[in-house]
């Protein structure tokens, strides 16, 4: 199982268990994920860090003073 954080703006828009998408866009020099219809996105990450599910389960959510962040699970 791997496990990544995705940041989220507003609060209510996902609950723990929810299997949702993810969508992989391409930067010059890494990928970010976007989680469901654009519900949360991910950090940065390098080519050797590519995600090769295409879903995986909200396994917790949770606000800090930063923000809202969302635990996902993924089959790797």
Do not use: C, H, Q
């Amino acid at each position: 199982m791997r496990r990544m954080e995705f940041k989220m703006e507003r609060t209510g828009l996902l609950k723990e268990g929810d299997v949702l998408p993810v969508t992989e866009s391409r930067l010059p020099n890494s990928w970010y994920y976007t989680l469901g219809k654009a519900y949360a996105m991910s950090a940065n990450y390098g080519f050797r860090e590519r995600l090769k599910s295409t879903e995986g389960k909200v396994v917790e959510v949770r606000e800090t003073p930063r923000g809202y962040y969302v635990i996902v699970e993924f089959d790797e």
